[in-house]
């Protein structure tokens, strides 16, 4: 249920569903998407008017590193990413308390931000917004398979348990190989990499698992 989660698992949960919802106010949401979603770094871009016709100029500024993780493009886009922040977002919460998950959180979300801007400026090329949470939600997949490498996990279409980290690593393996392939083009396969490559290796800090040491280390 909603209140057992803890208290900033529920709030991500809370503003995501209030910003998709503003979202789906029509004079709203080419605001929302012009000014909150991650649009390329480089020259400015007409993207069309508001409902009293001012034009809107769609453009790279430094805070769509965050708000781009907020927005969604429909239903289904929105239901499986808040899905995946209640299943594992309250486990990783308890483990890491609130101050840490809240800094993990939104770090994975700007290095996937990072990694799909770079992919954007060097490889692909094109103009276009990306929005949604997948990016801090496969960081929160990876922090998961990290903190509880035996717990049973499965797919909805292929119902066979197998440890969580085999399923982080397949899924991420995955991944890669749509991004690499071209495979489901409209998808930011590398924002969801770069979000679980963020998180990893946050986690291996915080674990005192890297050449740099932390004030804190967690003992999982």
Known sequence: MLYDLPPVTRALLIANVVI?????????????????????????HFAGYTAHGTPLIAAFHFWQIITYAFLHGGWGHIFFNMFALWMFGGPVEHLLGARHYTFYYFFCAITAAAAHLLVAQYF????????????????????????????????????????????VIG??????????????????????????????????????????????????
């Open 20 to 44: 998709f919802l503003l979202e789906q106010i029509p004079s709203l949401q080419p605001l929302l998407i012009v000014y909150g979603a991650l649009w390329p770094v480089g020259p400015a």
């Open 124 to 167: 692909t090329h094109g103009f276009y917004p990306t929005i949604g949470a997948s990016g801090a939600i496969f960081g929160l997949l990876v922090a998961f398979g990290v903190m509880y490498p035996h717990m049973k996990m499965f797919l909805i279409f292929l119902p066979i348990p197998m440890p969580a980290w085999v399923f």
């Open 171 to 220: 899924y991420i393996l995955l991944e890669l190989f749509f991004g690499v392939s071209g495979y489901e083009s409209g998808v930011a396969h590398f924002a969801h990499l770069g979000g679980a490559v963020g998180g990893f290796f946050l986690l291996q800090y915080w674990r005192g698992k890297l050449p740099i040491k932390p004030k804190r280390i967690l003992t999982r």
